[in-house]
């Protein structure tokens, strides 16, 4: 899927982010697995930083028992040590969320490999951003196995 010794570079939506830290079963945690077990590249830029921990925040997500301050701050100390920085340049607005547009700039600026989003009416209809697919998590554990 990448070039020959390298792991792919992933850029992973919030909806998918959240969805593998509450569960590591099912596609958003075996990305994450895929992440810590260093067979992938997480891609974050300041603004996918921010809104990953401004929704670990919201109180429906932190009535899951695993998502106290303690595991936040170890999620914070994650995305900015164990993550790649992306420096957004690109000014790309294909999102009908222009809030998703920020993903697709992350994924433009840091030479991903795959888009990977729940967001079925925005960024799954865009199909891809330059050459870079954007993928459900379900295809990204397809073609991460591959």
Do not use: C, W
Request: hydrophobic share 45%.
């Amino acid at each position: 899927m990448e070039k020959e010794g390298l792991p792919p570079r992933l850029v992973i939506d919030t909806n998918v982010f959240v969805s593998g830290l509450i569960s590591a079963e099912g596609p958003p945690g075996l990305i994450l697995r895929a992440v810590r077990d260093q067979r992938a590249v997480h891609l974050v830029s300041d603004a996918i930083v921010e809104e990953y921990l401004r929704v670990l925040d919201y109180t429906r997500i932190r009535k899951f028992r695993k998502i106290t301050d303690s595991f936040v701050a170890d999620i914070a100390a994650y995305l900015v040590y164990q993550t790649e920085r992306v420096e957004l340049r690109s000014r790309i607005k294909m999102s009908a969320d222009p809030d998703d547009d920020v993903f697709l700039n992350t994924a433009v600026d840091g030479r991903a490999s795959l888009l990977v989003t729940g967001d079925k009416t925005d960024l799954l209809a865009l199909r891809r951003v330059d050459s870079i697919p954007i993928v459900s998590a379900r295809e990204a554990v397809e073609r991460l196995d591959n």
